[in-house]
């Protein structure tokens, strides 16, 4: 799995940095990283056993074979983010409920789609229409 921006769609490449900046500027003490850009189905089928074959919560739909993901997609079609929060990793759901908001404030919601706002909320995870 790779987090080089450089692997994603020209406009995920475009947009990361504005939307980095814009969610640091409206919450100070809060870093936004990159925790995926791309994946090789073997990566995909792995976190798609989680909460299937292995322990833990569901994390994808996605097998990356039969089923595949925009993080199998070359450039990748999709970005997964996560934040920190005075240095310490936040899953929150609440520390990501905004990215939406700005996306759209960004002028790319024409362009992009948050996780957030599916029906099946995928609240760190952003992709190219």
């Not at 074959?53 to 996560?82: C, M, W």
Request: hydrophobic fraction near 35%.
């Amino acid at each position: 799995m790779s987090r080089d921006i450089t692997r994603a769609d020209h406009t995920l490449q475009e947009a990361w940095p504005r939307i980095k900046a814009e969610y640091e500027r409206r919450h100070p003490g809060r870093v936004m990283a990159l925790s995926h850009v791309d994946r090789t189905p073997a990566e995909q089928l792995n976190l798609f056993c989680i909460g299937r074959n292995e322990p833990g919560d569901r994390v994808t739909y996605r097998d990356g074979y039969n089923n595949l993901s925009k993080h199998n997609a070359t450039p990748s079609q999709a970005i997964d983010v996560f934040v920190k929060v005075d240095g310490v990793t936040d899953w929150g759901e609440e520390v990501v409920k905004d990215i939406g908001e700005i996306i759209f404030h960004l002028g790319y919601s024409g362009e992009l789609t948050w996780g957030g706002s599916w029906r099946k909320p995928d609240m760190y995870h952003i992709e190219v229409r």
